[in-house]
Protein backbone atom coordinates (compact mmCIF):
# COMPACT_ATOMS: atom_id res chain seq x y z
CA UNK A 1 0.00 0.00 0.00
CA UNK A 2 1.28 2.97 -0.64
CA UNK A 3 2.20 6.01 1.49
CA UNK A 4 -0.40 8.36 -0.15
CA UNK A 5 -2.96 5.63 0.40
CA UNK A 6 -2.20 5.28 3.94
CA UNK A 7 -2.56 9.08 4.50
CA UNK A 8 -5.99 8.83 2.54
CA UNK A 9 -7.21 6.22 4.60
CA UNK A 10 -6.43 8.38 7.71
CA UNK A 11 -8.34 11.15 6.63
CA UNK A 12 -11.61 8.62 6.30
CA UNK A 13 -11.29 7.39 9.38
CA UNK A 14 -14.02 9.59 10.70
CA UNK A 15 -16.52 8.20 7.85
CA UNK A 16 -15.81 4.80 8.99
CA UNK A 17 -16.17 6.35 13.15
CA UNK A 18 -19.40 7.30 11.50
CA UNK A 19 -20.29 4.05 10.07
CA UNK A 20 -19.37 1.68 12.84
CA UNK A 21 -21.06 4.13 15.50
CA UNK A 22 -24.64 4.45 13.13
CA UNK A 23 -24.68 0.84 12.90
CA UNK A 24 -22.78 -0.42 15.67
CA UNK A 25 -23.44 1.08 18.69
CA UNK A 26 -27.31 -0.25 18.25
CA UNK A 27 -25.97 -4.02 17.06
CA UNK A 28 -24.13 -4.44 20.02
CA UNK A 29 -27.33 -3.96 22.44
CA UNK A 30 -29.27 -6.90 19.98
CA UNK A 31 -28.36 -9.45 21.91
CA UNK A 32 -30.09 -8.13 25.03
CA UNK A 33 -33.13 -5.99 23.71
CA UNK A 34 -35.76 -5.84 25.84
CA UNK A 35 -39.20 -4.01 25.29
CA UNK A 36 -37.37 -1.03 26.90
CA UNK A 37 -34.78 -0.79 24.51
CA UNK A 38 -34.43 1.00 20.90
CA UNK A 39 -35.11 -1.06 17.48
CA UNK A 40 -31.93 -2.18 16.94
CA UNK A 41 -31.79 -1.58 13.09
CA UNK A 42 -34.11 0.02 10.96
CA UNK A 43 -37.17 -2.44 10.06
CA UNK A 44 -37.41 -0.58 6.12
CA UNK A 45 -35.25 0.00 3.71
CA UNK A 46 -33.99 3.41 3.59
CA UNK A 47 -32.04 6.72 2.51
CA UNK A 48 -31.13 9.46 5.23
CA UNK A 49 -28.87 12.58 4.94
CA UNK A 50 -27.14 13.37 8.03
CA UNK A 51 -25.21 16.87 8.96
CA UNK A 52 -22.40 16.82 11.45
CA UNK A 53 -21.53 19.79 13.99
CA UNK A 54 -18.67 20.01 15.97
CA UNK A 55 -15.49 18.21 15.65
CA UNK A 56 -12.14 18.98 14.15
CA UNK A 57 -13.89 18.38 10.42
CA UNK A 58 -17.60 17.96 10.57
CA UNK A 59 -19.12 16.41 7.29
CA UNK A 60 -21.92 15.86 5.76
CA UNK A 61 -23.00 12.46 4.89
CA UNK A 62 -25.74 10.16 3.27
CA UNK A 63 -26.59 6.75 4.31
CA UNK A 64 -28.62 3.84 2.56
CA UNK A 65 -29.44 0.84 4.63
CA UNK A 66 -30.80 -2.61 3.43
CA UNK A 67 -33.57 -3.61 6.06
CA UNK A 68 -33.26 -7.52 4.66
CA UNK A 69 -30.04 -7.87 4.07
CA UNK A 70 -28.88 -5.59 7.28
CA UNK A 71 -26.35 -3.90 5.22
CA UNK A 72 -25.42 -0.01 5.25
CA UNK A 73 -23.75 2.39 2.29
CA UNK A 74 -22.26 5.68 3.64
CA UNK A 75 -20.59 8.07 1.63
CA UNK A 76 -19.37 11.73 2.40
CA UNK A 77 -21.25 14.63 0.38
CA UNK A 78 -19.22 15.20 -2.66
CA UNK A 79 -16.85 12.66 -3.00
CA UNK A 80 -17.18 9.01 -4.63
CA UNK A 81 -15.40 6.70 -2.26
CA UNK A 82 -17.90 5.20 0.26
CA UNK A 83 -17.84 2.53 3.25
CA UNK A 84 -19.92 -0.86 3.19
CA UNK A 85 -21.11 -2.42 6.51
CA UNK A 86 -22.30 -6.10 6.39
CA UNK A 87 -23.61 -6.37 9.69
CA UNK A 88 -24.74 -10.25 9.76
CA UNK A 89 -20.84 -10.83 8.00
CA UNK A 90 -19.13 -8.70 10.57
CA UNK A 91 -17.41 -6.82 7.61
CA UNK A 92 -16.63 -3.06 6.94
CA UNK A 93 -15.05 -2.11 4.08
CA UNK A 94 -14.32 0.51 2.15
CA UNK A 95 -14.54 1.47 -1.24
CA UNK A 96 -12.19 4.01 -3.07
CA UNK A 97 -13.71 4.53 -6.63
CA UNK A 98 -10.72 6.86 -7.70
CA UNK A 99 -8.36 3.94 -6.84
CA UNK A 100 -10.87 1.08 -8.61
CA UNK A 101 -9.87 -0.36 -4.81
CA UNK A 102 -11.46 -1.44 -1.65
CA UNK A 103 -9.96 -2.30 1.80
CA UNK A 104 -11.14 -4.98 4.27
CA UNK A 105 -11.39 -3.06 7.94
CA UNK A 106 -10.69 -5.19 10.60
CA UNK A 107 -13.21 -5.21 13.52
CA UNK A 108 -10.12 -4.23 15.98
CA UNK A 109 -8.53 -2.19 13.31
CA UNK A 110 -9.54 1.77 14.49
CA UNK A 111 -9.38 3.78 17.60
CA UNK A 112 -11.38 2.74 20.57
CA UNK A 113 -13.18 5.55 21.16
CA UNK A 114 -15.29 4.67 17.22
CA UNK A 115 -17.42 1.60 19.77
CA UNK A 116 -19.09 1.54 23.01
CA UNK A 117 -18.45 -1.36 24.75
CA UNK A 118 -21.27 -4.36 24.97
CA UNK A 119 -21.83 -3.77 27.69
CA UNK A 120 -23.37 0.25 26.85
CA UNK A 121 -26.44 1.14 28.75
CA UNK A 122 -29.32 2.62 27.27
CA UNK A 123 -32.05 4.87 29.14
CA UNK A 124 -35.26 6.68 27.65
CA UNK A 125 -34.41 10.59 28.06
CA UNK A 126 -37.92 11.91 26.66
CA UNK A 127 -38.83 12.62 22.72
CA UNK A 128 -38.17 14.93 19.97
CA UNK A 129 -38.48 15.34 16.07
CA UNK A 130 -35.59 15.31 13.29
CA UNK A 131 -36.10 15.97 10.17
CA UNK A 132 -39.72 15.99 10.59
CA UNK A 133 -39.82 12.63 12.23
CA UNK A 134 -40.56 11.40 16.09
CA UNK A 135 -37.92 9.67 18.05
CA UNK A 136 -37.11 8.71 21.08
CA UNK A 137 -34.08 9.94 23.02
CA UNK A 138 -31.64 7.57 24.76
CA UNK A 139 -28.56 8.31 27.30
CA UNK A 140 -25.90 5.75 26.76
CA UNK A 141 -24.06 4.79 29.45
CA UNK A 142 -20.56 2.69 30.55
CA UNK A 143 -19.57 1.86 34.09
CA UNK A 144 -21.45 5.30 34.76
CA UNK A 145 -20.02 7.68 32.37
CA UNK A 146 -22.24 9.50 30.00
CA UNK A 147 -20.60 8.82 26.63
CA UNK A 148 -23.92 11.07 24.79
CA UNK A 149 -27.31 10.64 23.57
CA UNK A 150 -28.92 9.09 20.54
CA UNK A 151 -32.66 9.89 18.71
CA UNK A 152 -34.39 6.94 17.24
CA UNK A 153 -37.32 5.96 15.21
CA UNK A 154 -40.06 3.48 16.33
CA UNK A 155 -38.97 2.00 13.30
CA UNK A 156 -34.85 2.11 14.24
CA UNK A 157 -33.71 4.61 12.29
CA UNK A 158 -31.30 6.79 13.78
CA UNK A 159 -31.93 10.33 13.68
CA UNK A 160 -29.58 12.27 16.17
CA UNK A 161 -26.34 10.90 17.57
CA UNK A 162 -23.99 12.94 20.13
CA UNK A 163 -21.30 11.52 21.82
CA UNK A 164 -19.28 13.24 24.76
CA UNK A 165 -15.82 12.34 23.61
CA UNK A 166 -12.81 14.71 22.97
CA UNK A 167 -14.48 15.77 19.54
CA UNK A 168 -17.93 16.36 21.50
CA UNK A 169 -19.68 15.43 17.90
CA UNK A 170 -23.13 15.87 16.48
CA UNK A 171 -24.71 14.38 13.53
CA UNK A 172 -28.47 15.34 12.69
CA UNK A 173 -30.80 13.91 10.12
CA UNK A 174 -31.53 16.13 7.71
CA UNK A 175 -33.84 14.26 4.93
CA UNK A 176 -34.76 10.77 5.16
CA UNK A 177 -36.96 8.72 2.46
CA UNK A 178 -37.97 5.32 2.51
CA UNK A 179 -37.61 3.71 -0.31
CA UNK A 180 -36.21 0.25 -1.65
CA UNK A 181 -32.65 0.05 -1.95
CA UNK A 182 -30.59 -1.61 -4.80
CA UNK A 183 -28.59 -4.47 -3.85
CA UNK A 184 -25.74 -3.33 -6.17
CA UNK A 185 -25.22 -0.29 -3.49
CA UNK A 186 -24.10 -3.12 -0.99
CA UNK A 187 -21.50 -4.85 -3.31
CA UNK A 188 -18.03 -3.87 -4.16
CA UNK A 189 -17.63 -3.42 -7.79
CA UNK A 190 -16.19 -6.27 -10.13
CA UNK A 191 -12.96 -5.69 -11.12
CA UNK A 192 -11.76 -3.66 -8.32
CA UNK A 193 -8.63 -4.68 -6.48
CA UNK A 194 -8.10 -5.55 -2.78
CA UNK A 195 -5.47 -3.86 -0.92
CA UNK A 196 -4.47 -4.54 2.71
CA UNK A 197 -5.12 -1.64 5.45
CA UNK A 198 -1.70 -0.06 6.40
CA UNK A 199 -1.12 0.21 9.96
CA UNK A 200 -1.89 3.73 11.62
CA UNK A 201 0.21 4.09 14.14
CA UNK A 202 -1.59 7.42 15.75
CA UNK A 203 -5.08 5.61 15.25
CA UNK A 204 -3.61 2.17 16.95
CA UNK A 205 -2.26 1.14 20.15
CA UNK A 206 -0.24 -1.96 20.29
CA UNK A 207 -2.95 -4.31 21.08
CA UNK A 208 -5.75 -2.40 18.88
CA UNK A 209 -9.10 -1.98 20.37
CA UNK A 210 -9.18 -2.89 24.12
CA UNK A 211 -11.00 -6.10 24.87
CA UNK A 212 -14.55 -5.91 24.66
CA UNK A 213 -14.78 -2.94 22.23
CA UNK A 214 -15.75 -3.57 18.93
CA UNK A 215 -16.77 -7.14 17.00
CA UNK A 216 -15.87 -10.15 18.57
Known amino acids: VSGEVGVTLNGRLGMMKYVLSLALVL ?15 PTRDVTVQYKETGGADPQAYVMHFSAQA ?6 IVGETDYSIMDIPAK ?20 SAHMLLPETAAMTRAGEDTVAGLSCTVWTMTTGGRNEG ?3 I ?14 GNETSEATAVEYAP ?5 FEVPAGYEKMEMPVMPNEMGAGGMP ?6
Open 91 to 110: RNIMVMESDRAYMEMAPKSA
Open 153 to 166: TADGVLLRSHYNDG
Open 70 to 75: KKLRMN
Open 27 to 41: AATASTWAEDRPQPF
Open 149 to 151: TVC
Open 211 to 216: EGMGLQ
Open 181 to 185: QAASL
